[in-house]
């Protein structure tokens, strides 16, 4: 890991919470701030709605970032019912997720749209959390690297290096989202250090050291550990394991002491 980067511990919201449950989940954050020792960030991506009254509170909690769920490509325009990475800018967003699997299965977001979604973000100053990953068919063709490379090839087209220490690679295998089913640290370390070579490959060393790559797919309290400490690994998405803030809240600090024990070491 490179000097100065923090462990990122991402919550993903999806479509669930109220104004309410929002600013209790912020609150309990903060009393427990102590326990992370300054050694992780909090990104909460959180549904547009909650976004800028849940950014306004979190202004002086140092561990917490907020993010969104998605974007579109254009700055404006006649898109009834999308919100524009200016938009998001403005409602306080410092991350947003872009090409997540439940965005690509159901709502058309293809590697290209990807593409364009994380540049719209970066344009921004906001940091794309950019979803890659194979499905359980392409896995078991032994497909996943070949899966990754295509994403990676696509989805960062015409990205510079400075675009790419920018952003937040997330490796999200399809069939462990939501479903129980966690990669084993060997699968998750195998893509990440994958995915680490290929941006030494197109870019540099430097650049592959800075870029933040993270795991995400049915990450819990009781398996955290060991996916954090998987090869290569600069952070974990939780999905609904995250969505309850005390659990939330110890998944973070067994990310924030182990971060710490091996830095130290
Ligand atoms: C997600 O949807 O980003 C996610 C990681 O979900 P889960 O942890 O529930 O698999």
């Given at each position: 890991?490179?000097?100065g980067?923090?462990?990122?511990?991402?919550?993903?919201?999806?479509?669930?919470?109220?104004?309410?449950?929002?600013?209790?989940?912020?609150?309990?954050?903060r009393?427990?701030?102590?326990?992370?020792?300054g050694?992780?960030?909090?990104?909460?991506?959180?549904?547009?709605?909650?976004?800028?009254?849940?950014?306004?509170?979190?202004?002086?909690?140092?561990?917490?970032?907020?993010g969104?769920?998605?974007?579109?490509w254009?700055?404006?325009?006649?898109?009834?019912?999308?919100i524009s990475?200016p938009?998001?800018?403005?409602?306080?967003?410092?991350?947003c997720?872009?090409?997540?699997?439940?965005?690509?299965?159901?709502?058309?977001?293809?590697?290209?749209?990807?593409?364009w979604?994380?540049?719209?973000?970066?344009?921004?100053?906001?940091?794309?959390?950019?979803?890659?990953?194979?499905?359980?068919?392409?896995?078991?063709r032994?497909?996943?690297?070949a899966?990754?490379?295509?994403?990676?090839l696509?989805c960062?087209?015409?990205f510079?290096?400075?675009?790419?220490e920018?952003?937040?690679i997330?490796?999200?295998?399809?069939?462990?989202?939501?479903?129980?089913h966690?990669?084993?640290?060997q699968?998750?370390?195998?893509?990440?250090?994958?995915?680490?070579e290929?941006?030494k490959?197109?870019?540099?060393?430097?650049?592959?050291?800075?870029?933040?790559?993270?795991?995400?797919g049915?990450?819990?309290v009781?398996?955290?550990?060991?996916?954090?400490?998987?090869?290569?690994?600069?952070g974990?998405?939780v999905?609904?394991?995250?969505?309850?803030v005390?659990n939330?809240?110890?998944?973070?600090?067994?990310?924030?002491?182990?971060?710490?024990?091996?830095?130290?070491?």
């Amino acid at each position: 890991m490179a000097s100065g980067k923090k462990f990122i511990v991402q919550s993903n919201w999806k479509m669930n919470k109220s104004f309410d449950d929002g600013l209790a989940y912020l609150s309990a954050i903060r009393s427990a701030e102590s326990r992370f020792f300054g050694a992780v960030e909090l990104v909460l991506c959180v549904p547009s709605t909650l976004l800028k009254t849940l950014a306004d509170a979190a202004r002086g909690i140092a561990c917490v970032s907020m993010g969104a769920q998605n974007v579109h490509w254009e700055d404006k325009g006649a898109y009834t019912g999308e919100i524009s990475a200016p938009m998001l800018k403005e409602a306080g967003a410092r991350y947003c997720v872009v090409g997540h699997s439940e965005r690509r299965d159901s709502f058309a977001d293809t590697d290209e749209r990807v593409q364009w979604k994380a540049k719209a973000c970066l344009k921004q100053g906001i940091t794309p959390i950019v979803c890659i990953g194979e499905s359980l068919q392409e896995r078991k063709r032994g497909q996943t690297l070949a899966k990754l490379e295509y994403q990676f090839l696509t989805c960062f087209e015409g990205f510079t290096s400075e675009d790419m220490e920018n952003i937040v690679i997330e490796y999200e295998p399809i069939w462990a989202i939501g479903s129980g089913h966690v990669a084993t640290p060997q699968q998750a370390g195998e893509a990440h250090q994958f995915i680490r070579e290929m941006i030494k490959k197109y870019h540099s060393k430097e650049t592959a050291l800075k870029t933040h790559i993270i795991y995400g797919g049915s990450v819990k309290v009781k398996n955290v550990l060991e996916m954090s400490e998987a090869r290569d690994t600069d952070g974990v998405g939780v999905g609904s394991d995250s969505w309850d803030v005390q659990n939330f809240i110890k998944l973070a600090e067994i990310c924030a002491q182990s971060f710490s024990k091996h830095s130290a070491s």
